[in-house]
């Protein structure tokens, strides 16, 4: 039995882990078998690794050692987490994987997408998700969303708009090559539309 593998993306802020609640409640509802983790972290060794990646004091961090940083939170999680459930047949929901380092680090830091592309391969011993649900919204509108919800910045959200910008481009370009795997939705719908298209997408699916 093989389950099935979920992922969602999208800048800071453009409404992931909403929705993910969203899609935990309803599985719950329907009594389906599913985990739910986020990156960077959803381990003991993965959860040390996002400390020091989201740790305002490490501003002497290079995008090299960020962006491998993240694949080897993303190598750990993998394999203790993510690999075993889909294989004792559970659906996974994870917030944020590889996407987000080919948008953050491959196009927003300039590392370059196919670079970044094949560390993600080397990360995850090649796993892919089955769907994953691309939420699309301006840098502005993120950024006040963000304010709203009054949480102090981390590091990487710090880098600022144009930083955001270039992230959402690079996932444009991701889900325009991704051959049906990245859906994208349109966030400045309200969650409840949101979460209407993620349901038509999973149906007879999961
Ligand atoms: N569709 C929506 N319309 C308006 N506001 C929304 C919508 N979805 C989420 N929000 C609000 O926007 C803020 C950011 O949402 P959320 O925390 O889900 O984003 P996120 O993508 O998980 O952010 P981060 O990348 O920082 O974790 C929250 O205050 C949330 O209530
Ligand atoms: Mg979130």
Redesign the pocket.
Known sequence: MSGMFITFE??????????CELLKKHLEDNGKDFIFVREPGGTVIGERIREILLDKKNTQMTPRTELLLFEAARAQITDEVIKPAIEAGKIVIC?RFFDSSSAYQGMARGMGMGFVANLNMAATGGLKPDITFF?DLTAEEALA??G??GEASDRI?LAGLKFQEDVRSGYLELAKNSEGRIITID?M???EE?FEQIKKTLEGRI
């Open positions: 999208g800048i800071d802020g453009c409404g992931k882990s909403t929705q917030d939420f969303r963000r709203k919800r959200e966030a719908q309200s969650p949101i």
